[in-house]
Nanobody, 112 residues
Framework: QVQLVESGGGLVQAGGSLRLSCAAS????????MGWYRQAPGKQRELVAI?????VYADSVKGRFTLSRDNAKNTVYLQMNSLKPEDTGVYFC????????WGQGTQVTVSS
């Protein structure tokens, strides 16, 4: 069983920055996929960024968001710059070990 604890969400004006953190309760190998999804109101959950060797970003966040991992701390970060109102949503951390585990989600709200 893996628990994921997220932090760092909040309210920010358009153009601002936020940094999300997600710590896993067990050892995560660098080859394990770990990353972030988000869900806006009334929309399906979508991939933001994921890393499991190489890093993949959604086209909508390329050049603005950066995913990084501290494997010694079993933690993944999402640095979000130049935020837009359309980035608003609940951001979920995830990791794949024996199955996919999800965090509880953290709200990100970007005001125009």
């Amino acid at each position: 069983q893996v628990q994921l604890v997220e932090s760092g969400g909040g309210l920010v004006q358009a153009g601002g920055s936020l940094r999300l953190s997600c710590a896993a309760s067990v050892w995560i190998f660098s080859r394990n996929a770990m990353g972030w999804y988000r869900q806006a109101p009334g929309k399906q959950r979508e991939l933001v960024a994921i890393s499991g060797g190489s890093t993949v970003y959604a086209d909508s966040v390329k050049g603005r968001f950066t995913l990084s991992r501290d494997n010694a701390k079993n933690t993944v970060y999402l640095q979000m710059n130049s935020l837009k109102p359309e980035d608003t949503g609940v951001y979920f951390c995830m990791v794949v070990t024996d199955r996919t585990y999800w965090g509880q989600g953290t709200q990100v709200t970007v005001s125009s």
